[in-house]
């Protein structure tokens, strides 16, 4: 089993140790009192926006380089830096991008920018024809992990709203658009990299993917895995086709992020009704003193919200070009947020078809909860599309690969157990996904459970 840090009592103090250039940092004041801010600013400069009134924290900016001592300040209970947060990355196309960058002209892909038009108008969903999805048998996660079963047995996660916090989604895609979160003023979530109300997921051109990290897509594949609908002639389907997905972008088109946008994407999820939180991205060993995102996980655990994490995608061998997957327990820079002990965060590794753990995904006996499906994902893209492969060159192919993917058919699953039984609190819905998984002689000690999702029994 996992070992939780108690809630209370974590960070008394934190003194930091590094030296103030400039830059910005994350600031949690010991009070809400905004003279103590006004105060802050009118001593040390700069200026102070706010990331969360929850946690007392601000963002601190624009200061120069700082000469006066700042952390014996008795306002301030820690000060930190701002750290950077990615996608983690495919496995198989960092294993694409190092094998074209030893061998090709990088002239001879052309990089056009965004894919589409950025920032679409939210449009309403319209009547949906009934019938078969027509991509629906390419969909082996969906199978293997028995969700067929459970939408027969259970209100396919009906109303239970899964916050995708992610590069965005296609709020418009006709496979996600009925299930898209709206609230009172037609928000369908919020875009914390553009700072507006349309939380598109800007896709790249093949070029920009390739060589300069441009996002496929990423965020629309995750909301699809999760919740695209069922039975209504298009594409495939999700594993909670009736849960509701809140699109949440914090991570750009060229797949960064930081800590300050994460912990606003968190609280708009647990302000605004998300029982579970899916989260495909993460950041190797820089973050384990990231103690104001700790902080909003752990309001989303003291608000009973459930934290799907992705185990991480291992390394790049050199020699190989293939990504090689670590122990997130003893490696010197495991993956988080999907290593910290908190009992609302259920962390996934990634499993091929053949139901052996994939070669790229990491694993830790103690810290990664179970493996989902995550090689070969066909799933919704933006533009009303839908992909298993995101780049075909011949030989050399990049398909959608990763913990990524496998987050979300956690997220799903947990959205499908908790709309079966939606009194039940978020240690129950986990208790109840972590024992119904199936053993697998391949994960044995390699996850807590060592076991695969499963949904064979949802509904029982």
């Known amino acids: 089993m996992k070992h939780y840090l108690p809630m209370t009592g974590l960070f008394v103090l934190f003194v930091s140790s590094f030296s103030f250039a400039s830059g910005k940092y994350l600031i949690k004041f010991r009070s809400a009192d905004p003279d103590v801010q006004v105060d802050f600013v009118r001593v040390y400069g700069g200026s102070l926006e706010p990331v969360s009134l929850a946690g007392r924290l601000y963002a601190w900016s624009g200061h120069g380089n700082l000469t006066v001592d700042i952390t014996n300040d008795p306002e301030i209970e820690y000060i930190q830096k701002n750290h950077p947060i990615h996608l983690i990355d495919n496995p198989s196309l960092v294993s694409v991008r190092a094998q074209l960058n030893a061998s090709v002209d990088k002239s001879t892909f052309e990089k056009r920018g965004p894919a589409y038009p950025d920032n679409p108008e939210i449009a309403k969903p319209s009547s949906e024809k009934v019938g078969s999805d027509p991509l629906l048998t390419q969909s082996w996660g969906l199978f293997t992990v028995a969700a067929n079963q459970a939408w027969n047995k259970t209100p396919q996660g009906q109303d239970i709203i899964v916050a995708i916090t992610d590069t965005g989604v296609d709020y418009n895609h006709p496979d996600l658009i009925t299930n898209m979160w709206r609230n009172s003023q037609g928000l369908v979530g919020w875009d914390f990299v553009g700072k507006d109300n349309k939380p598109y997921d800007l896709s790249m051109s093949i070029g920009d993917i390739l060589f300069s990290g441009g996002n496929p897509g990423h965020g629309t594949h995750c909301a ?116 910290y002990p908190y009992e609302n965060i259920i962390t996934v590794a990634a499993l091929g078809s053949d139901e052996k753990l994939a070669s790229f995904s990491n694993w830790g006996k103690k810290s990664v909860d179970l493996g989902a499906p995550g090689v070969k994902i ?66 044995q000690d390699k996850v807590v459970t060592a076991g695969r999702l499963d949904l064979s029994h949802a509904g029982d």
């Open 224 to 339: 699809g895995v999760a919740a695209a609908r069922l039975n209504n002639t298009l594409g495939t389907a999700g594993v909670a086709p009736k849960a509701r997905i809140m699109a949440l972008r914090f991570i750009n088109e060229s797949g960064r992020g930081d800590t300050a946008d994460a912990i606003k994407a968190i609280d708009f999820a647990i302000e605004n009704g998300a029982k579970i939180i899916s989260a495909s991205w993460g950041s190797e060993g820089e973050e384990e003193k990231d103690m104001a995102l700790r902080e909003a996980i752990m309001r989303a655990n003291e608000k009973g919200v459930l934290f799907i994490a992705a185990a991480g995608n291992g390394r790049l061998d050199p020699q190989t070009f293939v990504a090689k997957g670590y122990d997130n327990d003893s490696d010197a820079k495991p993956m988080y947020p999907a290593t």
């Open 378 to 443: 066909l799933s919704t893209v933006p533009g009303a599309r839908y992909q298993d492969t995101i780049i075909d060159l011949g030989q050399m192919k990049v398909t959608w690969d990763g913990t990524s993917m496998a987050t979300p058919f956690v997220a799903g699953a947990a959205a499908v157990v908790w709309s079966q039984s939606p009194n039940w609190n978020m240690k129950k819905v986990k208790e109840t996904l972590l024992s119904s998984t199936v053993n697998l002689d391949q994960l």
